[in-house]
């Protein structure tokens, strides 16, 4: 039997303190950031993809993320572009690690409700912090200015959006104790569905 549960979340709302957490609790976590920082590497499909259709190569012939960042930053079409080299990738190792598994897995996928992988879980788990919160932790965290974390912030669907969308919450805004007490509760919510599915 296999029971797949997505986590998503917003920028800067703590998801890999969840996943990490459930690591360490000896679950299997897929991470699709992994995967899509693989899709990059010297050899891929992907590879010989992006550098046919970007300028983003370092001299040791490695794609430069940094500049491919900055070159898909200010153009909607170039960024389109690059998802659709990457996106099916990442789609299809993700598939492949599911039908590899069984009992109950994980998916970590950051940007999971904006490109509509809800049919690869039988549930879903956002990771949460309010608005105000989120703003201040990224700013913090990637050590910018107020516009430019909003930017980022409106650059993907609103948290509060995704709370409403989410068959489970697991709230990320007071201490790693209550965040694990948190993520315990709903683990076993979980296991009890995964048990009579």
């Not at 800067?12 to 992994?34: F, I, M």
């Not at 909003?150 to 650059?155: A, F, G, M, R």
Request: aromatic share 10%; glycine share 4%.
């Amino acid at each position: 039997m296999r029971f797949v549960v997505g986590i998503t979340g917003s920028i800067a709302v703590g998801k890999s303190s969840v996943t990490n957490y459930l690591r360490s609790k000896g679950y299997k976590v897929v991470d699709a950031d992994e995967i899509t920082h693989r899709s990059y590497q010297k050899g891929t499909k992907c590879y010989y993809q992006i550098i046919e259709n970007f300028d983003c190569l370092d001299q040791n012939e490695e794609i430069d993320r940094k500049c491919l960042g900055n070159i898909i930053f200010s153009h909607q079409e170039k960024k389109k572009l690059l998802e659709s080299i990457v996106h099916p990738y990442v789609i299809e190792c993700i598939q492949k690690e599911i039908n590899q598994s069984s009992g109950l897995i994980f998916l970590d996928i950051p940007l999971l409700y904006e490109i509509s992988l809800e049919y690869l879980c039988d549930k879903i788990i956002v990771v949460y912090v309010d608005e105000k919160t989120q703003l201040k932790r990224l700013m913090e965290r990637n050590h910018i200015l107020e516009k430019e974390a909003q930017k980022l912030i409106n650059s993907q669907i609103s948290i509060e959006i995704k709370k409403l969308l989410a068959d489970y919450v697991i709230d990320n805004r007071f201490s790693f104790d209550k965040l694990y007490q948190n993520i315990d509760r709903e683990l076993e919510v979980i296991k009890n569905e995964a048990v009579f599915k």
